[in-house]
C-alpha cells in the first residue's frame, strides 16, 4: 500500500474512533465513576442530598437502558491525543480526524452543537469552529501507537474554573485555602458532587491545563509523587467538610474526588489552577494502532 493509501486509511480509522468516543463517552460513564457515585449515595447523610444521589443513580440507569445521554449538555470535546514516534499519521491529519469525527458524531446521532463564535455567538458548525475541537498532545519516543481520550466539557462545570498565581511564601496552606475558597464559591454551580482537578506549578496556562489532565484521570487514582498525593487526601477531606453537598443542598459529600497535576517551577512563581468536572465526568478512550486497528477502553 503506498504511503498517501496508509495515511488515508489511518486517518479515517482517527476519524471513527473520534465520532465514537465522542457519543459513547456522553451516553456510559466509566465504572469507576459509578463506583463513587454508588458510595457517596451510601455515605451521605442528608435526606436533600440522598435524593439527589439517588436520582443521579437512577439518572446514569436510565441512560444505559435507552441509550441515551447522561446529560443534555455535550460540552465542548476536549482530546488527549498521545502520539508514538513512529505512528504513521502527521499530528496535522491526527487533528483533522478528530475535527471530522466530532462533526459527525453531532450530525448522525445527532448531539446538541454548542460551538459559537466567542464574539458574535453565532454557531460555528457541528461542534467545531477555530481551534475547536480542544486537543491536548504529548508525543512518546519508541512506539508506533496512538491514544485518543475523548473528555467532553459541559459549561456548568468548566464555567467554575480558576487560577491564581500565589507568591511562594504562600506555601502549602496558600494552594489550600485557594481550592477550598474557589470550591465554596461555586457552591452548586458545577453540579456537585464532582471531581476537582488542581493543577499546581509550571505557568499560569500550564497549571490550568494540569488542572484539566488532573479531572480526566479515572476516580480516586493517587498522584504518584507521594507529596503531592498527601495533598489530595488533605483537599479530598477539606473540601467535603464545606457542606456544600449534592447539588449545593447541603450534605456530606461535596466532592467525589480532588485529583492534583504539577510541574516543577519558578523559584518566585506559586501557580495553582482549579477545574471543575461534574458528576457527569464523562471519558473514554480508544487505542489506535499503525495498522488502524482500534481498541476502545471506558476505563483509562
Ligand atoms: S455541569 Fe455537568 S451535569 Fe451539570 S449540566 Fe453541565 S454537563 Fe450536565
Known amino acids: 500500500m503506498s504511503a498517501t493509501a496508509t495515511s488515508n486509511r489511518l486517518q479515517e480509522a482517527v476519524l471513527e474512533a473520534a465520532a465514537y468516543l465522542y457519543v459513547w463517552a456522553l451516553k456510559d460513564i466509566p465504572q469507576d465513576l459509578r463506583d463513587a457515585l454508588a458510595d457517596a449515595a451510601e455515605r451521605e447523610t442528608s435526606v436533600a442530598g440522598q435524593r439527589v ?177 498527601k495533598l489530595e487526601e488533605e483537599l479530598f477531606t477539606l473540601l467535603n467538610e464545606t457542606g456544600i453537598g449534592p447539588m449545593g443542598l447541603g450534605g456530606d459529600v461535596t466532592v467525589l474526588q480532588c485529583h492534583v497535576e504539577h510541574a516543577d517551577t519558578h523559584m518566585t512563581l506559586n501557580p495553582v489552577a482549579v477545574n471543575y468536572q461534574c458528576w457527569a465526568a464523562r471519558r473514554a478512550s480508544a487505542h489506535v494502532a499503525a495498522d488502524g486497528t482500534i481498541e476502545f477502553d471506558r476505563e483509562a
Open 53 to 229: 444521589l439517588s436520582t443521579i443513580l437512577k439518572n446514569v440507569q436510565v441512560a444505559e437502558d435507552e441509550s441515551n445521554l447522561v446529560c443534555q449538555d455535550t460540552g465542548i470535546a476536549v482530546y488527549t491525543c498521545r502520539v508514538g514516534e513512529h505512528f504513521p499519521l502527521h499530528p496535522a491529519r491526527i487533528y483533522e480526524a478528530l475535527r471530522d469525527g466530532t462533526a459527525r458524531a453531532t450530525l448522525e446521532h445527532p448531539l446538541r452543537s454548542n460551538a459559537v463564535h466567542t464574539i458574535t455567538r453565532e454557531n460555528t458548525g457541528p461542534n467545531i469552529g477555530h481551534r475547536l475541537p480542544i486537543v491536548h498532545w504529548e508525543f512518546v519516543p519508541d512506539w508506533g501507537g496512538l491514544d485518543v481520550k475523548c473528555v467532553p466539557k459541559g459549561s456548568g462545570s468548566e464555567n467554575m474554573s480558576f487560577l491564581k498565581m500565589c507568591i511562594p511564601a504562600d506555601g502549602v496552606k496558600g494552594i489550600k485555602q485557594f481550592v477550598l475558597e474557589s470550591i465554596v464559591g461555586a457552591g452548586g454551580k458545577p453540579c456537585p458532587p464532582g471531581i476537582v482537578g488542581v493543577g499546581i506549578g509550571g505557568s499560569a496556562d500550564y497549571a490550568m491545563y494540569l488542572a484539566k489532565e488532573a479531572i480526566a484521570r479515572p476516580v480516586g487514582t493517587r498522584n504518584p509523587d507521594p507529596e503531592v498525593g
